[in-house]
């Protein structure tokens, strides 16, 4: 067991997981964004064809899980495990998606990091032999996201300079063993973060709430790989957004690394700024969104080799920012590299 940790906190796979297939799904935003034709699936309005916001969410993953089951051509039932989350109380659009599944599920929640939780911990699972088949997924919904934190959408509050808005999205991924040699992407590396806090207590400014703990995560990583910023094709973050993005660079210039190169943040590719989304996208769909419709199929045609993702969640509640307390950030890492044998 020993052999597959690396200095602090880093986890090397002795048998790298294989990303067999993935999909993103999301909104009319979404699709008007950047990358809008990089998604499997894009829906023209909030409801998704449901009757509630919070069941849209819920349709927005059982479509994404299902379609990267049908690229694998398996059925959802086939896979061993399913690691799940999303920004709703006790996580319900997770839990509530897989109810006709009828697979094991592990519910997760990291706010804006729980992709990259979902997948460090699918990962763990198959690399360890306790499942053959694993499903990582996440997603957050613009209007769930508002109901629960912030005021009704009818309410018509003016949002700050530095807000982000929350994506109606969804991202799958598939994982295998490291013998799937039909799975185009390995994940070779994860970092589990560790809780910072510098006492930020504005709920309208996650970014500058999570950009400590993305620097702690990477920072970390890079010191237990013993790698730099220039031995990735990129280094992604989600979702610090604008503000968030050049604190991180901030951060890391005191330390007399330059990142600003590799860079970028899952937040910043998904919208444009003449969107209205004033500091960025954020999210557990964004992060999730942005590595299915567009980071895993570079790394497929190999157009990236390797890349970390290193998505940030604000671990704060509608109570505790009612009661004054800070917001805790969080950051989970892991390492993808494009096809090769496990």
């Known amino acids: 067991m020993n052999n597959k940790r690396m200095g602090q906190a880093t986890i090397r796979f002795e048998r790298p997981p294989r990303v067999r297939a993935w999909a993103a799904v999301g909104g009319k935003k979404e699709q008007d964004g950047p990358l809008g034709s990089e998604f499997d699936k894009l829906f023209p309005d909030t409801m998704c064809g449901e009757q509630t916001w919070e069941k849209a969410e819920m349709h927005l993953q ?3 899980l299902g379609m ?10 086939a896979l061993d495990m399913l690691v799940a989350g999303d920004l709703l109380a006790q996580c319900v659009a997770s839990s509530y998606a897989a109810r006709s599944a009828s697979v ?3 519910g997760v929640y990291g706010a804006c990091s729980t992709m990259a939780e979902s997948l460090a911990l699918a990962a763990c699972m198959v690399d ?6 694993a499903g990582a997924i996440a997603s957050s919904h613009f209007c769930t996201a508002e109901r629960q934190y912030r005021f009704p959408l009818a309410y018509g509050g003016q949002r700050t300079p530095t807000a982000q808005w929350t994506a109606t999205a969804a991202g799958a991924c598939i994982l295998t ?3 799937d040699d039909q799975a185009p992407v390995r994940i070779t590396h994860a970092c589990f973060g560790k809780i910072c806090d510098l006492g930020i207590t504005d709920a309208n400014n996650m970014g500058a709430a999570m950009a400590p703990a993305a620097y702690d995560t990477i920072r970390t990583l890079l010191s237990d790989t013993g790698t730099h910023p220039g031995d990735y094709d990129g280094i992604f973050t989600g979702d610090l957004g604008l503000v968030g993005s050049r604190l991180l660079c901030e951060l890391f210039d005191r330390d007399n690394i330059d990142i600003s190169k590799v860079h970028e943040d ?3 590719l998904l919208f444009d700024q003449s969107q209205d989304v004033h500091a960025g996208g954020s999210g557990c769909g964004c992060a999730a969104s942005v590595l299915c419709a567009h980071l895993l199929p570079k790394l497929a045609d190999r157009s990236y080799k390797r890349i970390i993702l290193a998505a940030t969640g604000a671990l704060m509640s509608p109570t505790s920012v009612q009661q004054g307390e800070s917001i805790p950030g969080i950051c989970h890492a892991v390492i993808l590299e494009a096809g090769g044998k496990g």
């Open 62 to 64: 059982k479509v994404a």
């Open 68 to 77: 990267a089951a049908n690229k694998c051509k398996l059925p959802v039932e």
């Open 104 to 106: 094991p599920y592990l």
């Open 128 to 133: 360890g032999g306790f499942a053959q088949r």
């Open 177 to 179: 063993p490291s013998a």
């Open 266 to 268: 899952c937040g910043k």
